[in-house]
């Protein structure tokens, strides 16, 4: 049981390159989500997946698009880096019960645009 | 608006030492309240949660109390460890339907030898 599985885990683009970051969990979550974290601050949610086949804004949506692939994946794309997107990427998919909503996070992806 | 707000923003502490971390939010209608510990370089892992009708609750060296009506939480962590040194992050849910979950910035905490 890997739970939720970032790739890659380090990346450096220059301004203006595209590129996928890939995300998927082993447990048959339906919520998953894409936060950025930058240095000193706290998690900031970039966009949402309540359930397969359905996407939502969060805070910070500009400059970067989604997809539920299926229920296990959900990658976030970036179509033209900016050096404001320098930031450590988490994953995370959600658990949902009577009162379990524990979250549970892939390990990041740092990535700088250079 | 819902927010979750956490006190102090960093702080530094001997090893052996105890220390207390606060979180105060205005979520509604509160479902649950988590504290997650983040090491560096990794992803949130969670150390605790609490419902509405549930005030303390421990898991070895941390003790997570939450007072419903002040809607505040506090993080005691005992006797510290060089390996607490992390960012401690409070996490409130709103059950709006579905599940609304709103994270608090973290207080990063220093343990010193």
């Known amino acids: 049981n890997a739970g939720v599985t970032q790739t890659p885990k380090f990346q450096v683009l220059k301004t203006g390159q595209s590129m996928t970051l890939q995300c998927a969990q082993d447990?048959?979550?339906?919520?998953m989500y894409w936060y950025r974290q930058d240095p000193g601050m706290g998690l900031r949610l970039i966009y949402y997946s309540a359930s397969e086949g359905t996407t939502d804004k969060g805070e910070v949506p500009n400059g970067y698009n989604v997809s539920r692939l299926n229920k296990r994946e959900f990658s976030l794309r970036l179509e033209s880096a900016a050096p404001s997107q320098t930031s450590v990427y988490f994953c995370?998919?959600?658990?949902?019960?009577?009162?379990?909503?524990?979250?549970?996070f892939g390990q990041g992806t740092r990535l700088t645009v250079v | 608006k819902n927010q979750v707000e956490q006190s102090p923003q960093s702080l530094i502490i001997l090893e052996g030492k105890n220390c207390t971390l606060q979180?105060?939010?205005?979520?509604?209608?509160?479902?649950?309240l988590r504290w997650y510990k983040q090491d560096t370089g990794r992803g949130p892992v969670s150390l605790t949660i609490?419902?509405?009708?549930?005030n303390t609750k421990s898991n070895g060296r941390y003790t997570a109390t939450l007072d419903a009506d002040t809607k505040q939480s506090s993080l005691h962590i005992t006797a510290s460890q060089l390996s607490d040194s992390a960012s401690y992050i409070c996490?409130?849910?709103?059950?709006?339907?579905?599940?609304?979950?709103?994270f608090g910035a973290g207080t990063r905490l220093f343990v010193k030898a």
């Open positions: 996490v409130v849910s709103a059950h709006t339907g579905g599940f609304k979950t709103i």
């Open positions: 609490m419902t509405f009708s549930e």
């Open positions: 995370a998919s959600l658990g949902v019960g009577t009162t379990n909503t524990e979250a549970f």
């Open positions: 979180c105060n939010y205005t979520v509604s209608p509160f479902s649950n």
């Open positions: 447990m048959n979550h339906n919520s």
